[in-house]
């Protein structure tokens, strides 16, 4: 499987769950009665709070498309940089929480650096062979086409 194919997934997979622990977290009791009262984690639920939750989810959504599409040194940069700095973002949904959720924290934020080590895994043993170029006359499934040969 193509490394650009295998970042896709594991990003689109880190998303996913990163979205749901957030919508799991809704039935936690009291919590939808925070949200009404404007506080999220201790935090004033006003404008810098979600802007700062959009960009804390549009990025993983965002390196589902660079992943696929990004040139091969720059998606490897990428990949390595965004993993790295999420890591420390995955643990910080735990802070200030009770232990009587520490098996659902501990589960989601473990999956989330499992799939962030996979990134950074994959990220970093990129192969750095440079493939022969491609001619025009020939496909990706099919021999390159022959001169005839001189008399």
């Known amino acids: 499987m193509p ?15 990163y979205l749901y622990v957030d919508y799991l977290a809704l039935y936690k009791p009291g919590f939808v009665d925070d949200i009404r009262a404007g ?12 802007a700062v939750a959009l ?4 990025i993983p959504i965002l390196m589902i498309l660079l992943s696929a599409t990004l040139p091969a ?6 990949n390595l940089v965004v993993a790295t700095l999420y890591i420390p973002v995955s ?7 009770s232990w009587t959720y ?3 924290y501990g589960l989601s934020i473990g999956l989330e ?5 996979f990134i950074l895994r994959s990220a970093w043993t990129w192969p750095r062979r440079i493939a022969p170029p ?13 001169r005839p040969q001189q008399t």
């Open 39 to 50: 506080i999220v984690h201790e935090f004033d639920a006003g404008p810098t709070f979600v």
């Open 3 to 17: 490394v650009r194919a295998k970042l896709a997934a594991a990003w689109t997979g880190f998303m996913f769950l």
């Open 91 to 97: 643990m910080f949904n735990a802070v200030g929480e």
């Open 55 to 58: 960009t804390l989810m549009a």
């Open 73 to 78: 040194r720059v998606n490897r940069g990428i």
């Open 113 to 117: 650096v499992l799939f962030l080590a």
């Open 134 to 146: 491609v001619t025009l006359a020939a496909g990706l499934d099919s021999e390159p086409l022959r």
């Open 102 to 104: 520490f098996y659902f």
